[in-house]
């Protein structure tokens, strides 16, 4: 029998096409109640007052919560990696981007929890927004972050990732060609068809039940128990069947919310976004500004880089900065280049806040890489393959901070694909393998960067 | 006016496991007196296949039916840690710690099996749900009576535990982003060819077909890593064509709050798919498993942005690569402002998009000559 | 007001312009429909009314008073797959399973329309149907196989159409 590598359909492909899979919002328990938010109709503003009694005087409402209601209001969900809290479960002060969640509360149908959240009593002071990355830095920006415009807590205080490599200014002296390219894709929604939602129920025995869509369990429950100050066994994450996640569910976007309301009302209580929150007010893939310049030389060598990286991580950190250090570790892409010198801010706007989403970090730098990859390609009037492939990173060679490759794909992939669309490679090109570098393939500016595979 | 067709291509690597790693996995198994399989873990499905997944590296290393396994990841009381289902990490990360687990639970039959056949167990072998003496297959017990035996006569509970964890690779030299060890598990490599075809009058581009190339280390399933790869092929031809939460950024105005006014791939945008699996097995993944369910949507934006300039003649580097932007390209290169500026050696692209133009004195991009 | 759900007569209690998805799930617990988005834009609420595809989510259920309505609990049991169930499981075409049920009733409603294997003909029928996981690819073939009433085999899934190249990495 041989069950790895076979095609066995899936552990729940029955259940599935069935009906009969259990996603958080088809389990039923009695007395539930149904949660709604208060969020901010402003990208930037201080809330100057809020009253919440109009609310919880309405009948048919047993809970309502504010910033005051959570034992720990700031959380970094990235403690462990050093990235330190920013960002309150519920707004106190001010909000910083439209849709940011204040108040919530829980009542006895979905109609009357929206009709108690209208009668909060809150007023604001706008305050400008800023909203393009580039104009962060300027003097005349507006200040919308406790930390400054811009994350300022990588390693050894910095306000930056940074990576440098070999010799760069070298490099662009020797370059016969000097390639510049600016790249920018797009904020996306994660889309997935069940949003975010979740129900928690309080046990007879002290305990939460939270029924959860979260991509992941152990970690929504870390975040749970640190906001609310408890031991991990008071809570019980029942999960694991999520209807589509992409990133967007590694938030914990509703679990911690939704357990003071139950907590505070003593019943079930459920919370689960419309769509439109769902695209309005969710986490959204982050838009990123990326400046590229490669030193090049005019048969297609790749001497050198220098890049500038600006992610927009909207108004708070959330896993940002883990996101920019992994764009940075790959910012060659599946090429060797051995002089570089890249610089990456995190940078806060008066948007959702952004988060991981299905290639994190990365999608965003694969995007302006490869593109410029192809325009380097034409100006130099080289075949767009074998450029890649004379760069392609082989065995031995080394990643941007110091790793060795020990059994990179880069040269069978792309002559896989070479065959399949009918490119024709040159003879050179077609038997080249991801073996280590020598003769033509180890140039006098690939033999410093070289490591040991052995000592991998 | 007329529909030009073009060519392009990408080549991409992706990291499995969170950078830096330090994301447990952490998996456990019972066995019932029948011999039936009861694993717990706390990665969760969504869609990318870990209850299967882990179940069939279960049953493979433990040399029994598919269907003898019964796989439990509902909650944070039975489960133990599993950092999450991200970073391309379940399979590779969270089926490593299922292996393990596995593996501990075959000894523990295999020492029980011993004890009733009184052989070393280091002389037997499990093949289809039966313990087999090596080189006298005669001589042979089924693993449900082990369990029964475990179970009723050597009071035992044949179990299994499993943790997976590779280390967190810290950065010792901020200056450089040196780091003390690899940041990474494996990493995988894709390449991918698009064909599209834009209509220089409306400016739509319609993406044809994308040819590509993984290297998914084992194909654990292989219909359910082409499950991934088609999946993430949509959501890249998503990025390159049709997604945007701002259309207007960096205006955060005219936001889709809908399916209908956010463009997420249809049906009808589906190109035709042709994949290729390379299986280069990874040092440290199950079965030689490398993660792809992340970076399956990283090479088409690149391809499809390179087969737009092959068929019209005009870079466009932000994306999604719309009408408005194909059509405002094609009046800049008609106007001759689409054209990098060159100076000495330099050649420079995108200058009205760069911080150079845009910053009022905050930063700049400086680039030596 | 009375509807007929998977054969069984159910009197409702709802107010009439209370959506079908609502009354099917909150007053009847029903759950296979799936709310997806309330705004008629993904199909994963879609039920059959009197045989037609119809989104639940923004049919009032006065609409559907005294209609005989099929939601995928209807189609087949675990024990006794329809074949459009079962060619979504012989060809994969579930991910994380949540726009499935909506995907079946529509391609149910093709498929009892006469509906062929003509992948555009699926692509038009199934169209305003939004799924986030599998590119729609294993879809269509799924649709298509039920179509040429094919039988399928539940112990493996299709084989796939891909090429496996195995090289001897070294790691």
């Known amino acids: 029998m041989k069950v790895v590598g076979a095609r066995i359909p899936r552990y729940d492909g029955v259940a599935h096409v069935t009906g009969r899979t259990t996603y958080v919002d088809d389990v039923r328990v009695p007395g539930m109640l149904w949660a709604k938010a208060l969020r901010s109709p402003h990208h930037h503003a201080a809330i100057t007052k809020l009253d919440t009694r109009p609310a919880a005087e309405l009948p048919g409402v047993h809970a309502v919560i504010t910033w005051e209601d959570v034992p720990l209001l700031e959380y970094g969900h990235l403690s462990a990696l050093g990235i330190p809290a920013d960002e309150p479960l519920l707004a106190k002060d001010d909000v910083r981007y439209k849709g940011q969640p204040i108040a919530l509360v829980a009542a006895e149908s979905e109609e009357l929890a929206a009709e108690a959240v209208e009668r909060i009593e809150i007023e604001f002071e706008e305050r400008p927004a800023l909203l393009d990355v580039r104009q962060a830095f300027d003097p005349e920006a507006p200040k919308i972050h406790q930390w400054g415009n811009w994350y300022p807590h990588f390693e050894g205080g910095m306000d930056r990732r940074q990576i440098r490599k070999g010799d760069v200014a070298k490099a662009f002296e020797q370059a016969d060609v000097i390639v510049q390219g600016v790249y920018r894709p797009a904020a996306i929604e994660h889309a997935p068809l069940e949003t975010q939602v979740c129900l928690v129920v309080p046990e007879p025995n002290g305990r939460l039940t939270i029924y959860s869509c979260t991509q992941a369990l152990y970690f929504s429950l870390g975040v749970v128990a640190a906001h609310l100050q408890v031991p991990l066994n008071k809570l019980k994450i029942v999960g694991g069947t999520t209807g589509g996640g992409f990133g967007g569910k590694v938030d914990t976007a509703t679990e911690t919310m939704t357990s003071l309301l139950a907590m505070k009302a003593g019943r079930p209580v459920k919370w689960r976004w419309t769509r439109e929150e769902e695209f309005l007010c969710s986490s959204t893939r982050a838009p990123w500004h990326m400046e590229i310049a490669d030193a090049v030389t005019k048969d297609g060598w790749i001497l050198g880089r220098k890049m500038l990286t600006l992610h927009d991580s909207g108004a708070y950190a959330r896993f940002s900065p883990y996101g920019l250090t992994k764009h940075s570790f790959h910012h060659t892409g599946a090429y060797t280049i051995p002089n570089l010198e890249f610089d990456g801010y995190v940078v806060f706007t008066n948007r959702v806040p952004t988060t991981a989403m299905r290639g994190f970090g990365v999608t965003s730098v694969s995007f302006a890489v490869e593109t410029h990859m192809s325009r380097i390609a034409d100006v130099l009037d080289l075949d767009p393959y074998e450029i890649r492939l004379r760069n392609a990173n082989r065995i031995g060679d080394t990643s941007p901070n110091g790793i060795v490759y020990t059994d990179p794909s880069t040269v069978p992939t792309i002559q896989a694909i070479a065959e399949a669309t009918g490119h024709e490679l040159s003879a050179e090109f077609r038997t080249m393998t991801n073996e280590p570098r020598t003769g033509e393939w180890l140039p006098e500016h690939l033999v410093a960067q070289l490591g040991n595979p052995e000592e991998h | ?369 | 007001m009375n509807i007929v759900v998977n054969g069984t007569a159910h009197a409702i209690e709802s107010g009439p312009l209370t959506p079908l998805l609502d009354v099917l799930r909150e007053e009847l617990e029903i759950t296979g429909p799936k709310a997806g988005c309330h705004q008629g834009g993904c199909g994963a609420c879609t039920v059959l009314v009197d045989g037609e595809p119809r989104r639940s989510c923004l049919l009032p259920v006065a609409y559907a008073d005294g209609a005989e309505i099929t939601t995928v609990e209807g189609l087949g049991t675990p024990e006794s797959l329809a074949p459009i169930q079962q060619a979504f499981v012989h060809h994969y075409a579930a991910q994380c399973g949540f726009c499935t049920s909506g995907m079946l009733l529509a391609a149910q409603a093709y498929l009892d329309g006469g509906g062929t294997d003509d992948p555009e003909a699926i692509q038009e029928a199934l169209g305003g149907h939004v799924c986030r996981c599998t590119g729609y690819a294993k879809i269509v073939d799924a649709v298509a196989a039920a179509a040429r009433g094919e039988s399928f085999d539940l112990t493996q899934t299709a084989v796939g159409k891909y090429t496996t190249v195995t090289t001897g990495g070294a790691t």
């Open chain 2, 1 to 369: 006016m007329a529909k030009h067709r073009g060519k392009g291509i990408a080549a991409i690597e992706y990291p499995t496991g969170m950078n830096q790693n330090g994301d447990p996995s952490q998996c456990w198994i019972k066995v019932k007196p029948d011999g039936r399989i009861d694993v717990f873990a706390g990665t969760a499905d969504i869609g990318n296949g870990s209850k299967t997944i882990q179940a069939q590296i279960v049953a493979e290393t433990i040399g029994v039916p598919y269907d003898w396994i019964t796989y439990d990841n509902s909650n944070t009381d039975s489960s133990p840690v599993c950092t999450g289902t991200f970073a391309s990490r379940a399979t590779f990360v969270a089926g490593k710690a299922a292996e393990k687990a596995a593996l501990q639970v075959k000894a523990k039959i295999l020492e029980i099996a011993g004890k009733e056949l009184e052989i070393d167990p280091a002389d037997l072998e499990i093949i289809d749900g039966e313990v087999v003496a090596k080189g006298a297959p005669q001589t042979r017990m089924s693993i449900s009576d082990v369990a029964a035996a475990a179970t009723w006569g050597h009071g035992e509970l044949i179990t299994g535990t499993g943790a997976q964890l590779k280390p967190y690779a810290a950065i010792v030299d901020p200056e450089t982003g040196r780091v003390d060890s690899p940041p990474h598990s494996a990493i995988s490599y894709a390449a991918c060819a698009a064909e599209v075809e834009v209509d220089d009058e409306t400016g739509e581009v319609r993406v044809l077909r994308l040819q590509q190339c993984y290297d998914v280390g084992r194909a654990i399933n292989p219909t359910q890593v082409e499950g991934q790869i088609e999946g993430g092929a949509m959501m890249g031809l998503g990025l390159g064509v049709l997604e945007n939460c701002y259309p207007y950024y960096p205006s955060v105005e005219h936001r889709g709050g809908a399916f209908g006014s956010y463009l997420a791939p249809g049906m009808e945008e589906m190109p035709q798919i042709d994949t290729i699996l390379i299986e280069n097995p990874s040092q440290d993944g199950p079965y030689g498993a490398k993660g792809i369910g992340e970076m399956a949507n990283n090479p088409q934006p690149p391809a499809i942005a390179a087969a737009v300039y092959d068929a019209i003649g005009v870079w466009i580097t932000e994306l999604p690569i719309t009408p408005e932007r194909v059509l405002r390209a094609l009046e800049e290169k008609a106007a001759g402002k689409h054209e990098p500026r060159r100076e000495g050696k330099k050649v420079v692209f995108d200058e009205e998009l760069s911080v150079n133009t845009v910053s009022s004195g905050g930063i700049r991009f400086e680039v030596p000559a």
